[in-house]
């Protein structure tokens, strides 16, 4: 008698290696599609498979077909979903740290920090990648992608590859090129839908995604996005982490500056598309680049929030975070943009009487404490040196050279400068102030004009309504000397117009009327809820 299995994998083709044959032999072969008996007991065969290490992910049906001289039977056995394993060490995803493991890839629950770069607090978040059905919600994700219905075999050929996997469910979280389960949106109502300030986990997204036809859930913000992938990649065996940058860049025309237009009494003008988030979500994957030259694998930055298109798509990434570091821009997929995430230049044009412009340039601003939970534990792990090297180094000034970007930062040497302090105190439903310290450290007087102002804004960075403002024309600072200047933030002015981010955004523009030099200070500033004690 001889016995030998046959799969069938999605989109069943040898050619595309998910279709095989391979008998019930002695061994098992660990580099193809092989079988062994384990053990007998009467009639019963304990029966061991061996799957190719990179073989194609999704559901495979097992078919036992058993010979006897010239007569053949088959039996259906059953089916199984392969995954990827971060466990096998020649698997793409293959993840050496057992604690890493277990965090990246089997914890259910995590952390998602948001708020800003001064104000940093977490939410909790309920992946559930083992819930009931949410294996089956993924699987039916891949096959809903429109490379899927535009050719079955090459897009099922392809799913041996995270590249590929990560790339497709990058663009399928979001829902504007295809049947996405999300549908992004950034400022109120959500009547029609759930705000995004309310999901607490993945699970009840999935199934809704599914149960209403995979009709896009409405709404999402870049930490939902954000979750939801981390939940379907983790769930398909790629070890995945949540990234929180604060101060991200949003370059829409890849210079590598985010270009802000002020009027002639220093406020944004509308119409700008380039945004300083005050914070951003997106997610890490771990996983080989083969389609990259040497020095690539490792974390890869990937973000379904819908920002700009790639290669035609609202996607992006898998972008190797080593390529970041390095200034390398070259390698797929998309390093230019999330680089200006985490290192672009703000600079602001200030409209003057004559109808020009006047240049000022703030090089330190953008990627601050890009964060993520910390393995096996609650806390907050910072991990902007995994981006970029320390301000200032050597090797940050190699990286900008190669880039083509220089940096100019502030010294306390000679000058002027202005800082945005903040009281203690600043709760929703109070009064409170904010202060803007200016500082001549020439030999000479200096006569200024300060413009001090404050607006309601989201977490993307879009601007609400005033809520406080001074325009002193003649502001007198002595030789080497401090001026402190206060700014009362009523609650009766903020209070109608303050998003559901809480953030209120100030800027504090200090001009010299003889030089016509322009010093701007700029702090986001978090407006904390009252807490609520239970007794």
């Known amino acids: 008698m001889t016995a030998s299995y046959f799969i069938q994998g999605p989109c069943p083709s040898e050619v595309s290696g998910t279709k095989t044959h391979f008998p019930v032999s002695g061994s098992l072969e660990e580099a193809a599609w092989s079988s062994a008996v384990e ?15 990179d073989a194609r992910i999704g559901r495979y049906s097992l078919t036992l077909e058993a010979s006897t001289g010239y007569q053949g039977s088959s039996f259906r056995i059953g089916e199984f979903v392969l995954l990827f394993n971060p466990w096998c060490p020649v698997d793409s995803v293959f993840l050496e740290s057992e604690e890493e493991r277990n965090e990246y890839v089997l914890t259910q629950h995590g952390q998602v920090f948001q708020g800003s770069s001064t104000f940093i607090y977490s939410i909790p978040w309920n992946f559930g990648q083992f819930e009931d059905e949410i294996l089956d919600i993924c699987l039916q994700l891949l096959d809903t992608n429109p490379k899927f219905f535009q050719n079955q075999d090459r897009d099922c050929s392809r799913r041996n590859s995270p590249v590929y996997i990560s790339r497709v469910v990058s663009a399928m979280v979001n829902c504007n090129d295809d049947q996405g389960i999300l549908f992004g949106r950034w400022k109120q109502p959500y009547d029609d839908g759930v705000s995004p300030m309310v999901w607490s986990g993945s699970v009840d ?35 995945t982490r949540v990234i929180t940058n604060y101060n991200s ?44 030259s040497e020095g690539y694998d490792g974390w890869q930055v990937l973000d379904p929030t819908p920002q700009e298109k790639s290669e035609g798509v609202y996607c992006c990434g898998p972008t190797p975070v080593k390529a970041i570091k390095e200034g390398e821009l070259k390698p797929k ?34 990627g601050r404490n890009i964060s993520t939970k910390s393995v096996g534990r609650d806390t907050r792990e910072d991990v902007t040196h995994n981006y ?5 180094s050597e090797e940050e000034k190699a990286v900008l050279e190669k880039v083509n970007l220089r940096k100019t930062y502030p010294t306390e040497e000679e000058g002027l400068k202005v800082k945005i302090k903040v009281s203690e ?23 200024c004009r300060l413009m001090f102002g404050a607006r309601a804004a989201g977490y993307n960075g879009a601007l609400g ?25 009523l609650y009766e002015k903020y209070g109608g117009c303050l998003t559901q981010d809480n953030m209120i955004k100030v800027m504090a523009l200090l001009q010299d009327y003889e030089t016509k030099e322009i010093v701007l200070g700029v702090r986001n500033i978090y407006v904390k809820n009252p807490d609520i004690k239970i007794r």
């Open 39 to 53: 053990s007998q007991d009467g009639a019963s065969l304990t029966v061991s498979i061996c799957s190719l290490p």
């Open 205 to 239: 997204i999935l199934q809704r995604w599914r149960k209403y036809g995979c009709q896009p859930v409405r709404y999402g913000q870049c930490w939902v996005f954000a979750a939801v992938a981390c939940t379907v990649l983790r769930c398909l065996g790629i070890p």
């Open 249 to 292: 860049a949003h370059d829409t025309n890849s210079n590598l500056k985010i270009e802000q237009y002020l009027d002639e009494n220093g406020k944004v003008q509308a119409g700008t598309r380039e945004y300083i988030w005050n914070f951003h979500c997106w997610v890490e994957s771990w996983m080989a680049r083969p389609d990259l």
């Open 333 to 366: 997929y998309d390093v230019p943009f999330v680089f200006a995430e985490v290192n672009a230049d703000v600079v602001y044009w200030m409209l003057q009487s004559d109808s020009s412009r006047k240049k000022t340039v703030d090089s330190t601003s953008v």
């Open 388 to 392: 970029k090297y320390q301000e200032g």
């Open 425 to 447: 105190g600043m709760d929703n439903g109070c009064d409170f102030d904010i202060f803007a310290v200016v500082s001549n450290n020439t030999a000479s007087e200096r006569m």
């Open 465 to 489: 309504p005033e809520c406080g403002s001074k325009d002193l024309l003649n502001v007198a600072l002595q030789p080497y000397a401090d001026k402190t200047v206060p700014l009362r933030i």
